[in-house]
């Protein structure tokens, strides 16, 4: 008579317990990589997946950035003021990037038009530059007539 009975949640949890192997296998099968995902997001905006896997590469290690097969002197290496970028932030500075040209008429960037919305030119800083400066994502769309929000919620 004082055969206690399991606890209805310590059954549930030993269920579990017991599933889990098979379900953390299945789910990392099922993984992309973060470079793949992004990638495969924002290739056809950069051109090709190739150009954004080294854009994505670049802006993630602040390396120099070259786009374009074959490089040409049209469109030389160029180097994020920034420094190293997460993911998270790269992906943020590509849709930041792409919203901005879709605002102007454009569904793919030349390396010219990325660079400019990137770097900015002789009129405006452009979106690494004000990040550099300090200024937070929320600042920086604002500042390109943007909201944050929005903008990644198309990314």
Same mark, same amino acid.
């Given at each position: ?12 949890? !030993? ?6 192997? *098979? ?58 003021? *920034? ?26 960037? *030349? ?11 002789? !009129? ?24 944050? !929000? ?6």
């Amino acid at each position: 008579m004082n055969a206690r009975l399991p606890h209805p949640v310590a059954a549930v949890v !030993g269920r579990l317990l017991q599933a889990a192997p *098979t379900t953390a296998t299945a789910i990392a099968t099922r993984r992309v990589a973060p470079l793949e995902r992004l990638a495969a997001e924002f290739g056809d905006f950069v051109g090709s997946q190739q150009n954004a896997t080294t854009l994505i590469q670049a802006l993630r290690t602040g390396t120099p950035i070259a786009l374009g097969q074959p490089r040409s002197s049209a469109s030389p290496a160029f180097s994020s003021p *920034t420094g190293p970028l997460s993911y998270a932030n790269v992906r943020i500075v590509l849709a930041l990037a792409r919203s901005q040209l879709a605002a102007q008429g454009f569904a793919t960037a *030349t390396p010219e038009q990325l660079r400019s919305v990137l770097f900015g030119d002789a !009129g405006a800083a452009g979106i690494l530059d004000r990040r550099a400066a300090g200024f937070g994502w929320g600042r920086i769309a604002h500042a390109l007539g943007l909201k944050l !929000g929005p903008v990644l919620g198309k990314a």
